[in-house]
């Protein structure tokens, strides 16, 4: 599909230049754009590549000087990543007409929507309710009695268990697990990690006890509210009796483990390898970079941001910007870092001053 670039303009919500009758057929990066193409160039560091390439129309920064640059009409980007979240989700249409594929299988119990896509080897199982709109793909299964709000997208080899519920325009990447059963094993008497934590490891063993450990199941299901994205292989396990629960506008990257009845708010950000254990509680609008992992049983309040490797062992008061292992205030980390790194010279000045 190609647009004018007035149109383009108008769903971006931006200002338009030049020629708006120009029509694209994709976006490309400056120096490999070709004459059909929306050359991306946001910022002036992009100017020299555009020379390289062959684009008559790009998307641009305010004050560019896009008729010097060679270029025939420009989109004006004040804020450039916002303005690629638009274009992209312009040209990433879906290519999937509706209709049921003759090897899905689905319940005759389920309810499916109008006008929803069920991809080839797709199973959805008894009493589950797909919205309208919703794309189902290839060999992803829909658990007994999941209910999915409309325009759902749930992609090739994804799981979603049972008795998990969605909003709408839920987005589940390839092979993602939603509603497994939660970690969670007991033995007949207290066992030996359970006396070490909370004797700080100065128990003893009883090597005479069951080491039997019993499961205990996941009755509660997931919890997803509206515009909740989870990525490729990512894994959201059930809770054991009230559900884990997603906050609306939530996004988990791929290779997230979100552990039994957690509670993650509303447009929380948890980048890839975060792992949460079971009963963590996050607040709104939280942000917690690349192999982040959080204890058990904690809460970290509302606009917290952790930066990737950090661990998390104490509770979070709200708004913190958290760092390192174990995970304190970011100044205090770099401060104790800058330490850490001047002790050797430190040892050294003073064995010499006692020589």
């Known amino acids: 599909m190609d647009y004018t670039l007035q149109q383009i303009a108008e769903a971006l919500g931006a200002?338009?230049?030049?020629?708006?009758?120009?029509?694209?057929?994709?976006a490309a990066e400056p120096g490999m754009a070709g004459e059909g193409d929306l050359a991306l160039a946001m910022s002036p560091r992009y100017a020299e590549a555009l020379g390289q390439g062959?684009?008559?129309?790009?998307?641009?920064?305010?004050?560019?000087d896009w008729q010097a640059m060679g270029l025939k009409g420009a989109v004006i980007a004040p804020r450039g990543r916002l303005a690629m979240a638009r274009l992209t989700q312009l040209f990433d249409l879906a290519d999937d007409a509706a209709g049921i594929h003759?090897?899905?299988?689905?319940?005759?119990?389920?309810?499916?929507?109008?006008?929803?896509?069920?991809?080839?080897?797709?199973?959805?199982?008894a009493g589950a309710v797909i919205g309208a709109g919703s794309r189902i793909m290839a060999q992803a299964s829909i658990g007994p009695g999941a209910r999915l709000g409309e325009g759902a997208l749930v992609h090739s080899g994804a799981r979603i268990g049972r008795n998990v519920t969605a909003g709408a325009r839920l987005i589940v990447q390839p092979n993602a697990v939603i509603g497994g059963d939660?970690?969670?094993?007991?033995?007949?008497?207290?066992s030996h990690v359970e006396t070490a934590r909370a004797e700080l490891g100065q128990g003893t063993v009883d090597e005479a006890a069951d080491p039997t450990w019993h499961r205990i199941h996941s009755l509660g299901g997931v919890s997803l509210g509206d515009d909740v994205e989870i990525g490729a292989c990512a894994t959201v396990d059930a809770g054991t009796i009230r559900?884990?629960?997603?906050?609306n506008g939530t996004k988990i990257d791929n290779l997230v483990q979100v552990g039994h009845n957690c509670v993650i708010g509303d447009h929380c950000l948890l980048c890839g390898h975060v792992g949460l254990a079971g009963s963590v509680t996050i607040g709104d609008r939280s942000v917690l970079g690349g192999k982040v992992g959080v204890s058990d049983n904690l809460t970290i309040g509302a606009d917290v941001v952790l930066t990737g490797g950090s661990i998390v062992l104490s509770n979070?008061?709200?708004?913190?910007?958290?760092?390192?292992?174990?995970?304190?205030?970011?100044?205090?980390?770099?401060?104790?870092?800058?330490?850490?790194?001047?002790?050797?010279?430190?040892?050294?000045?003073?064995?010499?001053?006692k020589s």
């Open 15 to 26: 200002e338009l230049k030049g020629d708006g009758s120009l029509r694209v057929t994709g």
């Open 54 to 64: 062959r684009a008559r129309a790009a998307l641009v920064w305010p004050d560019a």
């Open 102 to 125: 003759p090897s899905a299988v689905i319940d005759p119990s389920a309810e499916i929507g109008e006008g929803v896509h069920v991809g080839p080897l797709a199973v959805i199982g």
């Open 182 to 190: 939660g970690f969670s094993f007991v033995t007949e008497s207290a």
């Open 243 to 247: 559900p884990t629960r997603i906050g």
């Open 316 to 353: 979070v008061p709200a708004g913190r910007v958290m760092m390192g292992y174990p995970a304190t205030k970011i100044d205090t980390q770099v401060e104790s870092y800058k330490a850490l790194r001047r002790l050797p010279r430190i040892l050294r000045d003073l064995a010499k001053s």
